[in-house]
Each structure stands twice: as C-alpha cells, then as structure tokens.
C-alpha cells in the first residue's frame, strides 16, 4: 500500500513505520507538493494538514489515519460522503496522554522556577546573583485543568503529587480519577468562574471549530492576576492577541505554549517577547508514545489491508469507496 503522510514533519513517525510496514511505501510532502501523489495513495495521514472534500475528490484513498489524536484538519463530513473511513489514535492507550501531561508539568515547573530568567555563567567574576530569582512552588496552588479527557486525566494524577488544588472544567462535569481528589467540577459554562481562582491554567480540551478562542479575551482578563497559563492541546483553543495584551499588562503572569495558531509559527511574533516558554509541538514526541502510536496505526493498517473494519473509527460511512 502508499501511505502519504501530509508534511514533513514528525520524521521518527516515518522511520518507525518504515520498520514495521517493510511492504509498504510511505511517502511524505511538504502540504504544496501534495498533488502529484494524492491520486493512487491507499491511506492518508493529515498530520496538521488540511484535509477537505477538495483533497478528497483527487484520490482514491478509502483511509484517512491520523497519527495520533487531532482530526481538526480533516472535513469528516466530506469523508463520509465520499465512503473514506477516518481513524485516530486515542491519547491514553497509546501513551500519547502520559508524554503530554509529563511535558505541561515541565513548563508548569519551568514558569514557576522563572526560568526565562534564570542565568549561570562560569566566569568568576559575574552580575548575577547566586540564590535568585526567588521561584513559585506548586505546593498549595489552584490548578484549573480544562479538559478531562485522555490528557486531563493523566495530568491531574501526576499534579496530585505536588498536593496542589485540582479543579476541572469538563464537557461532563462530575467525571471522577480514582485516586485523584478534584476540589471542585464546573461545566464549560462555568470557564470563567473556574479561570477566576486558579493560579494555573491547563488547555488539554478536545478542539473542534466551534471551539475557536475558547479562551478568549473575557477569560484571559478573568483569570486571577499573575497567574500561569499553560496550552498542551491545540493552538485554536487560544486567543494570541488577547494572551499577549493580558502578558503585557500582568494579569497574565507566564505563558507556556506547546501549540500555536499558526504551526509552524513565526518566531518574531512580539508574544515571543514577553515570559513565555515556547516548545514546537513536542509534548506527544516521546519514545513511549511513538512507539504505542506506531503500534496502534499498524494494527488499523493490517486491519484496512485484510478488509477488516479499522479501530478508533470517527466515523461510519453507509457505502465505502
């Protein structure tokens, strides 16, 4: 089979495949090389790349298998008309959600301890003073986690060693993490109320379009003064002229973005000046979570191969391609 990855990037995905698929061919272009090669590939991997009923109508592809979680990119509508099954990869049963919690902890960690400001030199002689800048512990803080999917869970259980406060705001308010003790639940009604008394603020929700700037600039403003905010899900969930005003002004403290509204993102934005820490969408990138992601994909691939139905379907077409 030709399995067309839609992008360049994330290139150990492909090497790992490689291995495991030793029949197959898996190509990658960047997005504007694409269309040479749409019409006689098997399955399609979108990445972040933008898969519409256009894009559809070029090929014959009968898979659209994403390499991981976010489908955001791929029209699921169009695909079902056109009898393309679309798959995933759920976060937790990879090991995708616990590479992903452990990376928000790191910029949490890194925020408080003010890293941005912290310099060590080897000169003797040296203008920075040793014992500072003085840092934030996590002990005693209000953690506000939106989201309480795959991410937001595996987040909360290791935030609860810190023995910090957890509060949650969910699509189903209520959900409970054995072990984890969650000192109040609001519903995405209740974001601004929730945002309000929190000293962070943990972006792990499921993104789709009529989520755009869910955290706009009513809950960047609302958010208790000097606190952190933190984006490990998709950089559609966040507003950036709104995060940048609130950075400037004080009311938000710190910012740590591991996704952003355009990928890859232009560095010389002015937000990039403010205190934040910016990895490129590197949380999932771990060799737990490849491996469990290339797993899980060659499984829906052999399945697709033997004319099986796929795991993690998000759709049900009624006549396939």
Request: with cysteine; aromatic share 6%; charged share 25%.
């Amino acid at each position: 089979m030709k399995i067309l990855f839609c992008g360049e990037a994330f290139p150990e995905a492909r090497k790992r495949l490689a291995a495991l698929l030793p029949d197959d061919e898996i190509l990658a272009f960047p997005p504007d090389k694409l269309g040479p090669h749409i019409a006689d590939t098997d399955v399609v991997v979108p990445l972040v790349s933008r898969v519409d009923e256009a894009f559809i109508r070029q090929g014959r592809f009968g898979l659209i298998q994403q390499y991981g979680v976010g489908l955001e990119t791929v029209d699921i509508e169009a695909a079902t008309r056109n009898g393309v099954l679309v798959a995933r990869i759920p976060s937790e049963e990879s090991g995708n959600a616990a590479s992903v919690a452990e990376h928000a902890v790191l910029l949490m960690l890194m925020l408080s301890r003010r890293w941005n400001q912290i310099a060590v030199t080897r000169e003797r002689e040296t203008h920075v003073a040793w014992g500072s800048p003085t840092g934030q512990a996590l002990l005693g803080k209000t953690v506000c986690i939106v989201g309480l999917g795959g991410v937001g869970r595996e987040l909360a259980r290791r935030l609860a060693g810190f023995k910090v406060r957890i509060t949650t705001v969910d699509d189903h308010p209520g959900r409970t993490i054995p072990g984890v003790e969650i000192a109040r639940s609001f519903s995405l009604a209740g974001l601004r109320e929730a945002v309000g008394e929190a000293d962070y603020v943990m972006l792990c929700i499921n993104y789709t379009p009529d989520r755009f700037h869910l955290f706009g600039e009513q809950e960047i403003t609302g958010m208790k003064k000097g606190a952190f905010i933190i984006n490990v899900a998709r950089g559609g969930l966040l507003d950036p002229d709104a995060l940048l005003a609130a950075l400037k002004s004080g009311q938000v403290a710190g910012a740590g973005l591991d996704v952003f509204w355009e990928e890859p993102v232009d560095m010389t934005h002015p937000i990039f000046r403010e205190n934040v820490i910016a990895t490129p969408h590197i949380a999932g990138v771990t060799d737990v979570s490849y491996e469990g992601i290339a797993l899980a994909f060659v499984e829906n691939i052999r399945r697709y191969k033997a004319g099986k139905t796929p795991l993690y379907l998000a759709n049900a077409p009624a006549r396939l391609r």
